[in-house]
């Protein structure tokens, strides 16, 4: 029982911000939500909150990576054929595109720590422009897919995989043709590849959407004056997303790539 | 030693305090726009007893339709819709939230010393994500209902039934974020808003418990959402993930589908658990026996209930390998369940027990409990499992758990609480005798059908061999004296909300932090922010505490004057 009072002591110090807020915290900022104790308090909670909520996403993307283990163990060679059918030089671009969106992210985060507003909304700016460009070459690849007859479920071909010869992309990474049953598992891929990309879209136009209504906040000064939480947290938001892209970049561009 | 601990203040001086968080904003919006967690505590509570009634008006359907070996009543296309809907109500409507977003959210904040839950537009975003997803399960009833079961089963809910998968698979997914947001809530919430000297290990077992069941809900309900969006869209557009014509594999839904749903029956269950352990100290006036080890039982239980969903697909082709697995994993599971119960037990021992509406419940729980914890034990070993799976042996397990378990938890936390919640007290013979009633029909409904389910009656049938009457017979009745028992409450309920006794700040004598200010709560919960400087469930500090404030209204009658004049004005 001695160890539980040094214990309650300790925590009585470090855990609760309660206590050394009543001193240190004078003014009450106008920010300052009512039932916390201090400023920091405050960031803390914002900021473990967007973490879990990442974690959410995780365990959302991992269903999703979870079919494309099983399947891609299974049916590897319909996912080799499928994964020459992505251009991979759109996939490459769109992946600098969404790395350069998540540096001047990163450099906006600062600029608001710093009180920097004209440099956070040029950075947001920035981070939207980019976003929307990744949309952009997305479009483009989308509708490749769905000129070649590579949507499943709408209107899918099989004749890339049978008869590779007639096929560009297909005949460039020297592919032989599948046999019918395995030809007929690419549509798995381009299902996983539709609800994977099209998942990871979704949350690029949510962000890009929070970004506009934060590019006219920021304008107005709102994140300028000390409390940066909003955009600290939408900062990880869109490093997370940015860093689903690239998993999916390696694991549907990049399947037999290697030398 | 006296027969109740039952203490209220003198009822011909006792006012309701006229600045509480029910009076201090008044207005249909100030409820709609409210960001106070007791006010959307009450706001859940209304819509969740609401669909309670529902759900529960599909199984007096269901029970009916049971009483005769034919299927009679209805066709039997409608007997698979009621009990889908039945069902899909019943866990997401009703279970999942009970607890936590009524109970939990209301004293979980006020039991670590906090002014409110972290997120206040979150917690509110929460209930209208559950209000949107009753919408669409209410829409979906309208519009003709569902036929998969609860379980969505592919490729049957994607392929082979023409009813309203989409309305039903959206209502799920809304309603599956607003647990998540709920959960995120309560594990920053207990994180980051303790009180100061509130220790982890001086936390109540009910915040455990909803912590660990929002540990639940975080990881596993996503996995839910995606896999009914593949679903859906398997459905809608036709993609393959779980088609097999394509290649997909319908075992990777049950897979993906119980990786959420098993733990799912812990987020239900444990937030009861919680429940359990507050009212078997407060009417037994002993420290919950092995505090730190129910505490960490909660954790166990929620790490381990990862590990075990594969258990419920024993019979659809898994490996022999994994089923050795799962197997041993379900039993592994029982172990904190086991520890919690006995620890339980023991908490009685040498306790001062008192019979109390709230530990009559308490009692029917543990019996219930325990016996639909034990038959979990039989279905987890893969032999019995083959045989029963399937039957009302399953059907019979599971309401053990979830209406004997977690409905009898719930009306014991809504009794307990009840005085805080409202101020007034529910009256006292007849909640008992409605606990009494609940017990006896919730028997005489559900225990027949273990025998049934051994007999090899199988589940999800409108028709039976007329062998099986004599039993069913008997569950249709007892389903009818339980109906009382759920109607009873809800009728003495709502009368003491004008008629009942006034309460007092604590009339059981408990230790909770949410017991030691004014009932009805402020709408900021404490005049100033508590420390607390003892342990959980220290009776003795809290007889301490009453010692001292007597013998400063002794010494000084003046200020006893001014305490009382707030009061009474």
Known sequence: ?259 | MSDTIVSLPDQSTARIPKDNFLTRENGLLSWLLTGDHKRIAILYLISITFFFFIGGALAGLIRLELLTPQADLMATDTYNKVFSMHGIIMIFLFLVPSVPATLGNFFMPMMIGAKDLALPRINLLSWYLYVIGGILVVYTMVNGGVDTGWTFTTPLSTHYVNTNVVTTGLAVFVAGFSSVFTGLNFIVTIHKMRAPGMTWFRMPLFVWSNYAASILMVLGTPVLAITIVLVLLERTTGIGVFDPAKGGDPLLFQHLFWFYSHPAVYIMILPGMGVISETISTFSRKRVFGYTAVAFSSVAIAVFSFFVWAHHMFIMGISNYSTLVFSLMTMLVAVPSAIKIFNWTFTLYKGSITFETPMLYTFGFMGLFTIGGLTGVFLGTSGTDIHLTETYFIVAHFHFVMVGGMLMAFLAGIHFWWPKMTGRMYPEKISQLAALVTFIGFNFTFFPQFILGVLGMPRRYAAYPPEFQVLNVFSTAGATILGVGYLLPVLYLTWSLKYGAIAGDNPWQATGLEWQTQSPPLTENFKEIPVMDHEAYDYEWLENQQQAERNRAGQNPERQKEMEAPSAG
């Open chain 1, 1 to 259: 029982m001695p160890d539980s009072t040094a214990i309650g002591q300790s925590a009585l110090e470090t855990a609760n911000p309660a206590n050394s807020a009543n001193t240190a915290n004078h003014e009450h900022p106008s920010y300052l939500r009512h039932h916390f104790a201090s400023v920091e308090q405050q960031a803390d909670t914002a900021n473990f909150a967007m973490w879990l909520f990442l974690l959410t996403e995780v365990m959302f993307f991992g269903g999703l990576f979870t079919a494309y283990l099983i399947y891609r163990n299974w049916y590897y060679p319909a996912f080799v054929a499928g994964s020459h059918q992505l251009n991979v030089y759109w996939g490459t671009l769109n992946t600098v595109v969404l790395i350069c969106s998540s540096f001047t992210m990163a450099m906006g985060v600062w600029c608001a720590q710093t009180r920097r507003r004209s440099g956070l909304v040029l950075c947001l700016i920035l981070t939207l422009i980019l976003g929307l460009g990744f949309l952009g070459i997305k479009t483009i690849e989308y509708s490749e897919k769905i000129e070649k007859h590579h949507v499943p479920g709408f209107h899918y071909s099989l004749q890339s995989f049978l008869d590779p010869d007639s096929d560009a992309a297909a005949k460039a990474a020297g592919d032989r043709p599948l046999p019918l049953d395995m030809a007929r598992h690419t549509e798995v891929y381009f299902s996983l590849y539709f609800l994977m990309t099209g998942m990871h879209a979704l949350h690029m136009i949510i962000g890009i959407g929070i970004l506009g209504f934060m590019i006219l906040r920021a304008r107005a000064g709102a994140y300028t004056a000390g409390h940066t939480t909003f955009v600290l947290n939408f900062g990880l938001y869109w490093h997370f997303v940015d860093i689903i892209w690239i998993y999916l970049f390696a694991l549907l561009y990049l399947i037999s790539r290697h030398a």
